[in-house]
C-alpha cells in the first residue's frame, strides 16, 4: 500500500496499517542545519523531499549551539588563515582538500543564511559582529541573540521548510534501517513512527537518494551537551547497511560545562567557549589559573589541550571541577552577549557577574561517523551523510570551534549537487530482515557507566579492555521490545562498540583521543583514519587510510 502525504509541510503521519510506505525524489533524515539546508537546497533543484525527524521538526541539536558559526567573512581574515587554524586544531588527520572546501565555500553558505531570514548581530557599523574562540587566530565567530546562534539558525531554516509545499515533513519518527535494491544502492529506510494518542508502525520511506543528518551520538555517555536525540542511529544505520565508519575514537569533550553536582546525568548545560572569548579565564580550587602555561593561547587552546589540562588538575588537586572566572565581563557584556547562560547560571543559584561558575568537561561533540568523499557521499551507493553523523575529514582528531555548523551547511549544499550528477535510480527495495540482537532500554544507563568510566576524557589499555568487556556483557542482556528506546539502546551499544574498538587500537595521544598509556602523538605509525564496516555476517573490519595533507 502506498500512503500519500499531504503538500501541507510538517504534517505528522499516522501509520494506517502494517507496511504503508511513502516516497519522495530525496530523502533527508535529520532536522538540524544540515537536514533542513538539504532539504531546501534538493528543492532549488525541483525535486520533491520527504524530511524525516524523529523528534519535532525545530528539535534538531542546532538550536543548541551557543558559540557560533566559523567563517573568514572580514577584510582582516582570508579562507587560508581559517585553514591554517583547522589544520592546527585537527592535529595532523585533518583532510587538507575537505577543509579547504569549507573554508572556501564557507562565507557564501553564510550569506545564504541570511539570505533566508538568519539574523546575526550586528556592529555599530552594521556589519557582522565577529568574535574569536579557542584555536582561531581571528576574530571569524558571527554570533546571534549573543549566545543564541543555533536557535536563529534553526528557527530561519525551519521556517523556510515550512513555507515550502515541496517538502513534507514526518515527525516523530525513528529511521531503523537502510531499504537497498538488488544492486545494493540505497532506496529509502523503515521507519518507526512514535507518538501519544495514535498508532505507532512501522513502514517504509522511499526515495533514490538518502541523506543521513541525524547529528552525534552524545547519548553514550552519561554526562553530554547533547540532547536527548542524539543516540547515533545515523551512524548505526549505516554501519548496518555496510557503509563506512571512520574517526569514532575522537570524541571531543567541551571543557566547560556546568558542574551541577555527582549525581547529574543526561543534557548538562554548556557554558560556551565564547565566554572566554570575551576574557573569562579558569581557576583551580586555590585560585590558580589553570591554563597558565600551558599553551601559548592560554585559556582560547585548542578544546581537547583545555579539557586535558583541567582534567590532569582536577585529578591532581582531587576535586570534581574548576572554576571559571567571567567577573571581569561586567554585567552588559553577560546580558547582552551571555543572555542565555546567564538565566542557565542564575536558574542554579549562581550569578556569573559575581560568582564563579563550577564547569568540567563533558562529552559535546564527535569529529568522526560516516566516511564521506569531498561531495558527501557514503561507501552506499545513494546513501549521503552530512553534518556531525558523517566524518568529511574536516576536524581530524579535534574539531576547531564553530566549524561544525559550518560544516554541516557547505556539504548539505555539495551533497545536492553530487545527486544532480549522480542522478541515481528508483528501483524495487528489498526489505531487510530486521534488527538482530535488539537490547533492552534497561541497559542504557549501564553501558553509559561504561563509557563515562572507561571510554571518556581519560583512556588507557586496562580501562578500554574494561570496557570491551562490560560492553560485551550488555550486549547479551534479554527482555528488549520493537520500542524506539529499546532501538536507540541497540544504536549506541553498537556506536559505543566500534568507538572502543578504534581507541584501543589507536596507541598514542592525539587530540580529543587521549591515552595515558601512549602519552605522546605519532605520527610514524598514527597519521592514518581507522575505517570500520561490518561485514554480512557481522564481523567489524578494519583498515587504515592514509590522511594526506599538512602534518
Known amino acids: ?12 503521519l499516522v501509520a494506517p496499517e502494517p507496511g504503508w510506505t511513502v516516497s519522495a525524489d530525496v530523502l533527508v533524515v535529520g532536522s538540524g542545519i544540515a537536514g533542513l539546508s538539504a532539504a531546501l537546497r534538493a528543492r532549488v533543484t525541483g525535486r520533491t523531499v520527504l524530511l524525516v525527524t524523529k523528534a519535532q521538526v525545530n528539535e534538531g541539536s542546532t538550536r543548541w549551539a551557543q558559540g557560533g558559526i566559523a567563517a573568514a567573512l572580514s577584510d ?9 587554524d583547522t589544520l592546527v586544531a585537527g592535529v595532523g588527520l585533518c583532510d587538507e582538500d575537505a577543509v579547504r572546501v569549507l573554508v572556501t565555500e564557507g562565507p557564501a553558505a553564510v550569506r545564504g543564511l541570511i539570505d533566508i531570514g538568519a539574523h546575526f548581530d550586528r556592529d555599530a557599523s552594521g556589519e557582522i559582529a565577529l568574535t574569536r574562540e579557542g584555536g582561531h587566530l581571528r576574530d571569524r565567530i558571527a554570533h546571534a541573540g549573543g549566545d543564541a546562534t543555533g536557535a536563529e539558525i ?3 531554516l525551519v521556517a523556510a521548510v515550512r513555507e515550502d509545499p515541496g517538502i513534507d515533513v514526518i515527525e516523530d519518527a525513528l529511521a531503523l534501517d537502510l531499504l537497498r535494491d538488488d544492486l545494493g544502492r540505497a532506496q529509502g529506510v523503515t521507519l518507526h513512527v512514535m507518538g501519544a494518542g495514535r498508532r505507532d508502525g512501522v513502514g517504509a520511506a522511499l526515495a533514490p537518494a538518502v541523506v543521513l543528518a541525524t547529528g552525534g551520538f552524545g547519548q553514550v555517555f552519561g554526562q553530554t551537551t547533547n540532547p536527548y536525540v542524539s543516540t547515533g542511529d545515523g551512524v548505526a544505520l549505516a554501519l548496518r547497511a555496510g557503509a563506512a565508519i571512520a574517526d569514532l575514537e575522537f570524541v571531543q569533550f567541551h571543557p566547560t560545562v556546568m558542574w551541577l553536582g555527582p549525581l547529574a546525568q543526561g543534557q548538562q548545560p554548556l557554558v560556551s567557549e565564547a565566554v572566554r572569548g570575551e576574557g573569562a579565564v579558569l581557576l583551580d580550587s586555590s585560585g590558580r589559573r589553570v591554563m597558565e602555561g600551558v599553551h601559548p593561547l592560554a585559556d582560547l587552546a585548542p578544546r581537547d589541550v583545555v579539557a586535558k589540562a583541567i582534567m590532569r588538575r582536577m585529578r591532581e588537586d582531587g576535586t570534581a571541577h574548576v572554576w571559571l572566572d567571567g567577573r571581569m565581563l561586567g554585567a552588559d557584556t553577560w546580558l547582552q552577549r551571555f543572555p542565555t547562560i546567564l538565566e542557565n547560571c542564575r536558574q542554579r543559584g549562581i550569578d556569573p557577574v559575581t560568582d564563579l561558575i563550577p564547569v568540567a568537561p563533558a562529552q559535546h561533540y564527535v569529529s568522526g561517523g560516516v566516511r564521506t568523499d569531498l561531495w558527501g557521499r557514503s561507501s552506499v551507493p545513494g546513501l549521503y551523510a552530512c553534518g556531525e553523523v558523517a ?3 574536516v576536524h581530524g582528531a579535534n574539531r576547531l570551534a564553530s566549524n561544525s555548523l559550518l560544516e554541516g551547511l557547505v556539504f548539505a549544499r555539495r551533497i545536492v549537487a553530487a545527486i544532480e550528477d549522480d542522478r541515481p535510480e528508483r ?21 553509559q557507566q561504561v563509557m563515562d568510566a572507561d571510554a571518556g576524557v581519560l583512556r588507557s589499555a586496562q580501562s578500554l579492555a574494561d570496557a570491551t568487556e562490560g560492553l560485551a556483557e550488555l550486549g547479551t542482556a534479554r527482555g528488549a521490545r520493537p520500542s524506539t528506546e529499546d532501538w536507540e539502546t541497540t544504536n549506541l551499544h553498537a556506536i559505543a562498540s566500534v568507538l572502543v574498538h578504534h581507541a584501543r587500537l589507536r596507541e598514542e595521544t592525539r587530540g580529543s583521543h587521549w591515552r595515558e598509556d601512549f602519552p605522546e602523538r605519532d605520527d610514524e605509525h598514527w597519521r592514518v583514519r581507522l575505517v570500520t564496516h ?9 583498515t587504515r587510510e592514509p590522511v594526506t595533507g599538512e602534518a
Request: proline share 12%; net charge neutral.
Open 391 to 393: 566524518c568529511t575529514g
Open 154 to 156: 534553526s528557527r530561519a
Open 534 to 542: 561490518l561485514t554480512a555476517e557481522g564481523d567489524l573490519v578494519t
Open 76 to 84: 582582516e581574515d582570508s579562507p587560508e588563515e581559517h585553514l591554517h
Open 1 to 12: 500500500m502506498t500512503f500519500s502525504l499531504s503538500p501541507t509541510p510538517a504534517r505528522r
Open 427 to 447: 528501483a524495487p527495495a528489498r526489505m531487510p530482515s530486521g534488527p538482530t540482537g535488539l537490547l533492552p532500554h534497561a541497559v542504557r544507563r549501564s553501558l
